[in-house]
């Protein structure tokens, strides 16, 4: 009678022990989120996809702050005059250091010059980007950012 007692005892503080260590085990594993190059292509593609649109003003957004300060959104938006239709956008590359990047673009387009037909094309972007208060951000061509 003891000893069935003291098995069940023992077989209940074997299933504590190892519950415990279970969770303990579990508890420090931390789930990983996105690398810097998953949230960068995200952000780009999004990027894209508005400029593509023609959602200009989303686009204006996604320009790095200290770009925004310098140019309200209706100079942006002058300053994005279309000659050329966007059609499509794809990240196709990217690069990541220490809170900078570089994205490599395949953007197509379509245009037409008058009285001759529609030509469509093709060509890759690179683009910079710069990781801010721990958002990424689009660099102007030609914005100087430090």
């Known amino acids: 009678m003891v000893a069935g007692r003291l098995k069940r005892w023992l077989g209940g503080l074997s299933c504590v022990v190892v519950t415990t260590a279970v969770l303990c085990c579990t508890a420090s594993i931390k789930p990983q989120g996105p690398t810097?190059?998953?949230?960068?292509?995200?952000?780009?593609?999004?990027?894209?996809?508005?400029?593509?649109?023609?959602?200009?003003?989303k686009c204006y957004g996604y320009e790095i702050p200290s770009y925004r300060e310098k140019v309200n959104i209706v100079d942006y938006i002058r300053s994005q005059g279309q000659v050329l239709r966007l059609t499509d956008a794809e990240v196709k590359r990217i690069e990541v250091d220490e809170g900078r990047g570089r994205v490599e673009v395949l953007v197509?387009?379509?245009?037409?010059?008058?009285?001759?037909?529609?030509k469509e094309g093709g060509d890759y972007v690179k683009e910079d980007w710069a990781k801010v208060s721990g958002e990424w951000y689009h660099l102007p061509s030609g914005f100087v950012y430090h």
């Open 36 to 57: 810097e190059k998953e949230v960068l292509t995200k952000r780009a593609t999004e990027y894209w996809v508005y400029k593509i649109r023609g959602d200009l003003d």
């Open 108 to 118: 197509k387009f379509r245009y037409q010059i008058p009285n001759f037909k529609i």
